[in-house]
C-alpha cells in the first residue's frame, strides 16, 4: 500500500511595509489617551496667573460701596439743608394732618403717573411693582443730580437689566423727557388761558419782559448752533445721533399704534403736573391760604415754567423761590406763601429721602438696578 505524498511547507516570504506614519503599540497609546483629560482637567482647575500690568479689584468691595453711596449722599444733603428742614417740620406743626395725609396720597399719586410714562415709553411690560418702586427710588436720587439725570440714570439701570438694549432705554428716557415737557406746557397754558382775568401776569413776568426774551433766544441760538457744528464736523458723534434717532423714531411709531401706550404715556404726562400743583393745594389749605384751590394750581405751573429755566436737582432752590413769588402774586401773605412752599418740599422731597435712599439700596442688592 502506498502512502500519500507529504505536503512540503512553502518559505515564509518577508513582505516590506509601505511607508507612513509610525504608531505607536496598543499598550503604549491607551495609558496616554486616558491620561490626556486628567491633565486638561488639571491644567483647566489651575487657575491663570494675572498679568502683571492688570490691577484686581474686589467686587463685592464695590458693590458695597454702591450700595452705600445713597445714604451717604442723602445724609451729606440733608446735613446742608437742615436748617431748613428744621423750619418746615416747626411751620407744619400747627397744620391741618387731614389736608397733610392729603398732600401725601397726591404724592404717591405722582410717583404712579411717572411709572406710568415710563411704562407708556417701551414696547416691553415692566413689572408694575418693580416700576414703582424704581420710581420712589429714582425720587431720592433725582435730589442729588440737576436736570432730573438722577432719576434718568435710576431708570436707565432699570431697564437695561430688564433687557432693553442701551440705544432703546435711552431713547425711551428721551421720550419721556420730551412728552412730559410737552404735556406740561399744554396744561400750563390751558390754564392760564382760561383764567386770563385772575393770572397776575405784572407782577410773575420781569419788568423788561423784551430783554429777557432776547436773552433767552440768544442762548438757544447760540446752543443750536454749536450743536450743529458738532454734528457737521465730527462724523462718530453724527453716526451716533443718526442711529439713535432712527431707533428712537422707530419705537415712537411702534408704541403710538398701541392705545393702551397711548394712554399710559400721555395720560400720565397730563396728570404729573396737577397732582404737584395738587399737593401744594393740599398743604396751602392746611396752613389756611387764604387763596382757591384754582389759583394755587395756576401758581404752581406758572412757578414750574419760570423755575424750570435754570436746572437745579429736583428744582430745589428754582422752582421753591419762583413758587414763593407767585404765592405772593396771587394775593398771599409771604410768611404764609414760604411756609406752603416749604410744606410742599417736606411731603415730595424731605419725607420720602430716606426711605427712597433705602429702596435704592434694597434694589441694588437685589440686582435689580
Not at 188 to 201: D, G, K, Q, R
Amino acid at each position: 500500500m502506498s502512502s500519500p505524498p507529504l505536503a512540503v511547507a512553502a518559505p515564509a516570504t518577508t513582505v516590506p511595509a509601505l511607508p507612513g506614519p509610525a504608531t505607536a503599540p496598543a499598550s503604549a497609546t491607551a495609558p496616554e489617551s486616558a491620561a490626556a483629560p486628567a491633565s486638561a482637567t488639571v491644567a483647566e482647575s489651575v487657575p491663570a496667573p494675572a498679568s502683571p500690568g492688570r490691577l484686581s479689584f474686589p467686587t463685592g468691595l464695590l458693590k458695597r460701596a454702591l450700595c452705600l453711596l445713597p445714604l451717604l449722599l442723602i445724609g451729606a444733603w440733608t446735613a446742608v439743608h437742615w436748617h431748613v428742614m428744621y423750619a418746615g417740620a416747626t411751620r407744619l406743626a400747627s397744620a391741618d394732618p387731614g389736608w397733610l395725609l392729603a398732600g401725601l396720597f397726591f404724592t404717591c399719586l405722582s410717583w404712579a403717573a411717572a411709572s406710568c410714562i415710563r411704562q407708556g415709553a417701551v414696547l416691553e411690560r415692566l413689572p408694575s411693582r418693580l416700576l414703582y418702586a424704581t420710581q420712589f427710588a429714582a425720587g431720592a436720587a433725582n435730589h442729588l443730580l440737576p436736570g432730573g439725570l438722577g432719576a434718568h440714570a435710576v431708570t436707565l439701570r432699570f431697564l437695561n437689566r430688564r433687557g432693553l438694549p442701551l440705544s432703546r432705554a435711552t431713547g425711551s428716557i428721551a421720550l419721556y423727557s420730551l412728552t412730559k415737557s410737552v404735556a406740561t406746557t399744554l396744561v400750563t397754558t390751558t390754564f392760564l388761558t382760561l383764567s386770563l382775568h385772575t393770572v397776575p401776569y405784572g407782577a410773575l413776568l420781569p419788568d423788561d419782559p423784551g430783554t429777557a426774551l432776547a436773552v433767552g433766544g440768544a442762548a438757544v441760538a447760540a446752543g443750536l448752533t454749536v450743536a450743529g457744528l458738532l454734528l457737521t464736523f465730527v462724523r462718530p458723534l453724527r453716526r451716533l445721533v443718526t442711529d439713535f434717532l432712527r431707533t428712537a423714531l422707530t419705537d415712537v411709531r411702534r408704541l403710538h399704534t398701541r392705545p393702551a401706550r397711548v394712554l399710559a404715556l400721555w395720560g400720565g404726562a397730563v396728570a404729573f403736573p396737577l397732582l404737584q400743583a395738587s399737593v401744594v393745594a393740599a398743604v396751602a389749605a392746611s396752613l389756611h391760604l387764604p387763596l382757591p384751590w384754582l389759583d394755587v394750581v395756576l401758581a404752581y405751573l406758572a412757578a414750574n415754567a419760570l423755575g424750570s429755566v435754570v436746572p437745579s436737582p429736583g428744582g430745589l432752590g428754582s422752582v421753591d423761590a419762583a413758587l414763593v413769588l407767585a404765592l405772593t402774586a396771587f394775593g398771599a401773605p409771604a410768611p404764609l406763601a414760604a411756609a406752603t412752599v416749604i410744606g410742599y418740599r417736606v411731603l415730595t422731597v424731605w419725607l420720602p429721602l430716606l426711605p427712597g435712599a433705602l429702596t435704592l439700596t434694597a434694589l441694588v442688592r437685589s440686582k435689580v438696578l
